[in-house]
């Protein structure tokens, strides 16, 4: 699962990060990375522009919301069902087409209107028709098609909830992902600002002659080693920064202050971390399953639609045609027939008009078997959208069950590492005290250093992974975007 998989990145992160610390100060870690193109409303940057993208998890989320292309890709999906449903209610409803043209003749026919003697005229004239037809009955197809498009409309909209849920659990991933790389860049930077102090005073030390010189460089070695530590831890925080910025679709370039969230070690309540509970909850709330059973349904009508092919249709129809005619002569054996007088074109139309009414039926007895692979179509989409939903109900089971065995881990691990790092400060405190007094050599003092590092890193690691599981839980149960 995508949330697994973050959560423990986040922790090799960690370690990995502690694995190259060498030391840590002691006291409150609020200091942001110098380097950093963002800073936190809290940092150290008092001076913002007027136009400064100020960030927090809930705006960010709105923002992602707003622009995110799978959200508007899901926004078009349901435009185009709508047009869609349209169309098959204007199924049931009779057609309606218009035509219109003129003509003109002249020459010598071979055979007249009266006798076969040849004619020699010329004429010319206009014809229009109206013509409208129904299916008064065609196997049920339109009926099952009405249904399956009604289907359609209402998967459309659960895969857009859907993919408002993806985009903003992405984004929260992403956020947590910048403020834990936040609070471990300030973990190294208050190990280099100790390394700092620690290798000044043994300057002065070793000047006194109190302190030998292989101590000095010993901590003059560390304290390099912190410095890339810190650039290190720095970088990082920016490519967060920028990753999460991409997400919602902004200018990296543009000054931007993100806002660090409230600490949250609250615990779910017992109802929100009972198995039975929330994978009933899952089952009933996700929007992906419930569109994928509502796809199988509609699969189901469209194969009835398809099997609807081999019945008779029924279609009622109506013409309207109406024409107008002017000869210019009509001369048969030298004989002029026009003996009376013409109306104009256009005093013609409308005045001479006939209507045709038909009523057919059509059954296609074979039609080179398209019936058939028509309807075997309709069942394998079917049979492929069953398959993917009873996989997708296996997944959510284990998703949920996945997700509930890393909030126990995460909760387990918020109070191990809170008695961890109460345990490092006072080991530090007391390996420096005997350091400073003679009875403990520099090696221990790394040593004390870098598990007070690792503890505060661990402790900083387990805060946000509380609070990016529980939004873990959210998402898996299909809980509303907040």
Same mark, same amino acid.
């Given at each position: 699962?995508?949330?697994?998989?973050?959560?423990?990145?986040?922790?090799?992160?960690?370690?990995?990060?502690?694995?190259?610390?060498?030391?840590?100060?002691?006291?409150?870690?609020?200091?942001?990375?110098?380097?950093?193109?963002?800073?936190?409303?809290?940092?150290?940057?008092?001076?913002?522009?007027?136009?400064?993208?100020?960030?927090?998890?809930?705006?960010?989320?709105?923002?992602? !919301?707003?622009?995110?292309?799978?959200?508007?890709?899901?926004?078009?999906?349901?435009?185009?069902?709508?047009?869609?449903?349209?169309?098959?209610?204007?199924?049931?409803?009779?057609?309606?087409?218009?035509?219109?043209?003129?003509?003109?003749?002249?020459?010598?026919?071979?055979?007249?209107?009266?006798?076969?003697?040849?004619? =020699?005229?010329?004429?010319?004239?206009?014809?229009?028709?109206?013509?409208?037809?129904?299916?008064?009955?065609?196997?049920?197809?339109?009926?099952?098609? *009405?249904?399956?498009? *009604?289907?359609?409309?209402?998967?459309?909209?659960?895969?857009?909830?859907?993919?408002?849920?993806?985009?903003?659990?992405?984004?929260?991933?992403?956020?947590?992902?910048? #403020?834990?790389?936040?609070?471990?860049?300030? #973990?190294?930077?208050?190990?280099?600002?100790?390394?700092?102090?620690?290798?000044?005073?043994?300057?002065?030390?070793?000047?006194?002659?109190?302190?030998?010189?292989?101590?000095?460089?010993?901590?003059?070695?560390?304290?390099?080693? =912190?410095?890339?530590?810190?650039?290190?831890?720095?970088?990082?925080?920016?490519?967060?920064?920028?990753?999460?910025?991409?997400?919602?679709?902004?200018?990296?370039?543009?000054?931007?202050?993100?806002?660090?969230?409230?600490?949250?070690?609250?615990?779910?309540?017992?109802?929100?971390?009972?198995?039975?509970?929330? !994978?009933?909850?899952?089952?009933?709330?996700?929007?992906?399953?419930?569109?994928?059973?509502?796809?199988?349904?509609? =699969?189901?009508?469209?194969?009835?639609? %398809?099997?609807?092919?081999?019945?008779?249709?029924?279609?009622?129809?109506?013409?309207?045609?109406?024409?107008?005619?002017?000869?210019?002569?009509?001369?048969?054996?030298? #004989?002029?027939?026009?003996?009376?007088?013409?109306?104009?074109?256009?005093?013609?139309?409308?005045?001479?008009?006939?209507?045709?009414?038909?009523?057919?039926?059509?059954?296609?007895?074979?039609?080179?078997?398209?019936?058939?692979?028509?309807?075997?179509?309709?069942?394998?989409?079917?049979?492929?959208?069953?398959?993917?939903?009873?996989?997708?109900?296996?997944?959510?089971?284990?998703?949920?069950?996945?997700?509930?065995?890393?909030?126990? %881990?995460?909760?387990?691990?918020?109070?191990?590492?809170?008695?961890?790092?109460?345990?490092?400060?006072?080991?530090?405190?007391?390996?420096?005290?005997?350091?400073?007094?003679?009875?403990?050599?520099?090696?221990?003092?790394?040593?004390?250093?870098?598990?007070?590092?690792?503890?505060?890193? !661990?402790?900083?690691?387990?805060?946000?992974?509380?609070?990016?599981?529980?939004?873990?839980?959210?998402?898996?149960?299909?809980?509303?975007?907040?």
């Amino acid at each position: 699962m995508r949330s697994a998989r973050m959560v423990r990145r986040m922790s090799a992160m960690a370690i990995a990060l502690v694995a190259l610390s060498g030391g840590t100060g002691r006291g409150v870690l609020a200091q942001g990375t110098s380097r950093s193109t963002a800073v936190f409303i809290n940092g150290t940057r008092d001076q913002q522009r007027a136009d400064t993208l100020r960030l927090d998890l809930t705006g960010s989320v709105a923002i992602a !919301l707003e622009r995110a292309t799978a959200v508007q890709l899901g926004q078009q999906d349901i435009r185009l069902t709508g047009v869609a449903l349209l169309e098959s209610y204007g199924r049931f409803l009779p057609d309606l087409r218009a035509n219109a043209g003129s003509f003109a003749q002249r020459g010598t026919l071979l055979l007249s209107s009266t006798a076969l003697r040849a004619s =020699d005229a010329s004429l010319y004239g206009t014809a229009y028709g109206l013509s409208s037809s129904i299916n008064l009955f065609n196997g049920l197809r339109d009926q099952e098609h *009405l249904r399956a498009t *009604l289907l359609e409309q209402h998967v459309a909209e659960s895969s857009l909830q859907r993919a408002r849920e993806q985009v903003a659990f992405d984004v929260t991933q992403a956020y947590y992902q910048v #403020v834990l790389d936040r609070r471990l860049s300030a #973990v190294a930077r208050a190990t280099l600002e100790l390394s700092q102090a620690r290798e000044t005073q043994l300057g002065e030390q070793v000047n006194a002659g109190t302190r030998a010189p292989p101590d000095l460089y010993r901590q003059q070695a560390q304290t390099k080693f =912190d410095e890339t530590t810190v650039i290190d831890a720095a970088n990082r925080v920016r490519a967060d920064e920028t990753l999460l910025l991409r997400r919602l679709r902004e200018d990296p370039m543009r000054a931007h202050v993100f806002a660090e969230p409230a600490t949250d070690t609250t615990p779910l309540a017992m109802t929100d971390r009972q198995l039975p509970s929330l !994978l009933t909850r899952s089952l009933t709330m996700r929007p992906d399953l419930d569109a994928l059973r509502q796809r199988v349904d509609a =699969d189901e009508h469209e194969r009835r639609s %398809a099997e609807g092919a081999r019945l008779p249709r029924i279609v009622f129809g109506i013409d309207l045609i109406g024409s107008g005619r002017v000869y210019g002569r009509d001369v048969i054996g030298g #004989v002029d027939q026009l003996t009376v007088g013409q109306r104009p074109l256009l005093s013609q139309l409308g005045q001479q008009l006939f209507a045709v009414g038909s009523l057919g039926v059509s059954w296609d007895i074979f039609d080179r078997s398209r019936a058939r692979l028509d309807i075997e179509r309709a069942t394998a989409v079917e049979f492929r959208d069953r398959l993917a939903s009873e996989d997708l109900q296996l997944q959510v089971a284990g998703e949920v069950q996945r997700a509930i065995d890393d909030y126990d %881990a995460a909760n387990e691990r918020l109070v191990a590492s809170a008695a961890a790092l109460r345990s490092a400060e006072e080991a530090f405190a007391a390996v420096q005290g005997r350091y400073d007094a003679g009875l403990a050599t520099f090696i221990d003092v790394l040593s004390a250093q870098s598990a007070l590092t690792q503890a505060r890193a !661990l402790r900083e690691q387990s805060i946000t992974g509380f609070a990016l599981v529980k939004a873990v839980i959210r998402y898996v149960t299909g809980a509303p975007v907040r």
